[in-house]
């Protein structure tokens, strides 16, 4: 009988993402957004990002100016829908005054040759949130007004959405309906730029409104897209920063203060065809956590961390894995780290076999024979 250790092979891949903090003002704002969302865009004018922000680490910061918003890359077809869907964002006005928050697609004069097939959000001089939607089909401009808000103006944090269904338009002020209206549509294509001057340059965030201009300095944080009516818990669930993610787009402009993403791309094998799951771990800088464990299996799955938790400057952090039966264990260091791209290989050899052998002698011929 003989008893040894048996061992078989995977690979897997993880990806860790690490967010260093950087005090420069970056002119490119990225857009982590959800699967199938993410979009870059450019700061324009003044624009510039800030830390003083509602979640996260950067808001975006609008000076009064038309030309001060976030050009949003083209093409953003994951906007074009044919269905309802809520938008929203949440902003503060340190400065009275008009601000176009969100602007995605055309704009509004058919007869000029420009389709209607977008959305907007604004602040208008009233002050109340204005709502602009039109869409190909019927060629209708369809606008809601919310009730005047004076607090817009009171430089605290506010939360705004709009839900936009066919023949309902709802705007929602830090949780509370303040407007409705039975006359809307749906846009087409919001991810085409405009072409006409009361909405230029968009697909944009910030800048100037339909018909309005751009005369508050504002800073605004998460801007999101969902294509669904929400429900209005779960507008409270998005403003609370609690609900589901959007899945059309979206911006946090938290890594408006990062130099770079620093990526460890993690794999692991066994030397023999192990066929199991293995919970790997990050910690950084002597045991701070800056991130929870991950469980990777064999069928290829991945799994992204993200560091929140900053140190200023540079991070030294390690790799390690859980203890494996009958494997030895393997690990990653990094130090001074603030940027780029590293790469952790974790391999296992199977450790040395016991082998218990146990062996018979037959005994049992006539005299003097040979035992064998």
């Known amino acids: 009988m003989v008893n040894l250790s048996k061992t078989k092979s995977f690979a897997s891949t993880i990806v860790l993402l690490l967010v260093m903090p950087f005090a420069a003002q970056a002119q490119d704002v990225i857009d982590f957004g959800t699967s199938g969302v993410a979009d870059n865009g450019t700061l324009e004018g003044v624009a510039s990002l800030t830390t003083d922000s509602r979640y996260g680490e950067g808001a975006l910061l609008l000076p009064p100016g038309n030309d001060n918003f976030v050009q949003l890359t083209q093409p953003l077809t994951d906007l074009d829908m044919s269905g309802p869907y809520t938008f929203m964002t949440w902003f503060k006005n340190t400065s009275a005054g008009e601000k176009g928050l969100i602007g995605l697609g055309n704009c509004c004069n058919v007869d000029d040759g420009d389709p209607r097939n977008g959305y907007t959000m604004n602040i208008t001089s009233a002050p109340q949130i204005r709502f602009w939607g039109g869409s190909t089909p019927n060629d209708n401009n369809h606008n809601t007004y919310s009730s005047t808000l004076p607090a817009i103006n009171d430089g605290d944090w506010h939360h705004v959405a709009i839900r936009v269904q066919e023949g309902q338009v709802d705007i929602f002020f830090d949780g509370a309906i303040v407007g409705t209206n039975s006359a809307s549509n749906i846009p087409t294509q919001p991810s085409l730029a405009s072409i006409n001057a009361l909405s230029t340059n968009v697909p944009k965030i910030g800048g100037d409104g339909i018909s309005e201009s751009s005369t508050a300095t504002t800073v605004m944080d998460e801007v999101r897209v969902y294509g669904s009516a929400l429900s209005d818990q779960g507008v409270m669930d998005a403003m609370n920063n609690t609900g589901a993610a959007p899945d059309r787009l979206y911006y946090t402009f938290d890594e408006g203060n990062v130099v770079n993403i620093a990526g460890i791309t993690v794999t692991k094998e066994f030397s023999d065809g192990l066929v ?62 603030n940027g780029g791209e590293y790469t952790c290989d974790l391999f296992n050899d199977a450790l040395p076999g016991e082998f218990s052998v146990t062996k018979t002698w037959d005994i049992s011929g006539a005299g003097s024979q040979t035992v064998v």
Do not use: K, P, Q, W
Not at 276 to 291: I, Q
Not at 317 to 334: L, N
């Open 276 to 337: 199991a799951d293995v919970e790997v771990f990050l910690s950084c800088n002597d045991g701070f956590a800056s991130a929870d464990s991950a469980t990777i299996s064999s069928d290829g799955s991945s799994y992204r961390f993200i560091v929140t938790d900053f140190i200023l400057g540079s991070m030294d952090c390690e790799i390690t894995e859980a203890a494996t039966e009958g494997y030895d264990s393997d690990s990653c260091t990094f130090t001074n780290m």
